[in-house]
């Protein structure tokens, strides 16, 4: 690998569908130029929009490779979930959540339902490019090994790539029922904020969840 003949994320079509003096979303000026110390990011952010669906974003060429999962991650390695790839997104938006504004593209709340690192199984541009993605993801919910494929078949709306989102047999698996992460785990995993309370914009320092149940018992 070439540093410098890498194939660089475009955020331009995230751009060109953005009104930035209107919604608080970043306008992303920078492209990620290092891998950091941290390593590479991922974000899955949970996007109440027209339809609730969830967003899983890799760092990749300094952007956010992202893709819309309708029903969100599973644990279960029997379960497929569909993943549209969609335009990159900033590198900064690992960082964003909030609210987007009624009347601007995507409006709606979003929460960073999970964060954290995602280590390739093999070069990433090349693994992109061959439409297989194999990692491991050491997040706050999801763990181990994932695979994310992509189908053969291009969806007839904006020629979007249909690809599936597949958990891989390992000691981080759950066989048996498909949402129990989504389910059991319903809190950002940045700020600890339910739905309700980041469309709300409650300041997650105000949120005494765990010390009122703890006066109640
Ligand atoms: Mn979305």
């Known amino acids: 690998m070439v540093r410098g003949k890498e194939e660089k994320g475009d955020i331009s079509e995230y ?4 009104r930035f003096e209107k919604t608080p979303e970043p306008e992303g000026g920078k492209i990620q130029s290092a891998v950091s110390a941290g390593g ?3 974000v899955v952010h949970k996007h109440a929009a027209s339809h609730l669906h969830y967003d899983f974003r890799i760092e990749m060429g300094g952007v956010l490779k992202s893709w819309a999962v309708p029903k969100g991650p599973s644990l279960d390695p029997s379960v497929k979930r569909l993943a549209m790839l969609v335009e ?4 900064d938006y690992k960082d964003f959540e909030g609210v987007i504004p009624q009347g601007e593209y995507g409006a709606g709340t979003v929460m960073i339902w999970d964060m954290g690192e995602w280590i390739p199984g093999d070069n ?3 693994m992109l490019k061959k439409g297989s993605l194999k990692f491991r993801l050491n ?13 053969k078949k291009v969806s007839e709306e904006e020629g979007r790539e249909s690809w599936l989102l597949i958990k891989e047999r390992d000691e981080t698996a759950v ?10 785990n319903p809190l950002s995993a940045a700020t600890g904020r339910d739905m309700d309370e980041i469309a709300e ?3 997650p320092k105000n949120i005494l969840r765990g010390t009122k149940k703890k006066v109640l018992r």
């Open 15 to 18: 751009r060109r569908k953005r």
């Open 40 to 42: 590479l990011s991922f």
């Open 88 to 91: 990159d997104h900033p590198y």
């Open 124 to 126: 990433p541009d090349e």
């Open 139 to 151: 997040g706050a919910k999801l763990k181990g090994k994932w695979a994310l494929t992509r189908m």
């Open 175 to 184: 066989s048996g029922n498909g949402d129990e992460i989504l389910e059991e």
């Open 201 to 203: 914009g409650m300041d």
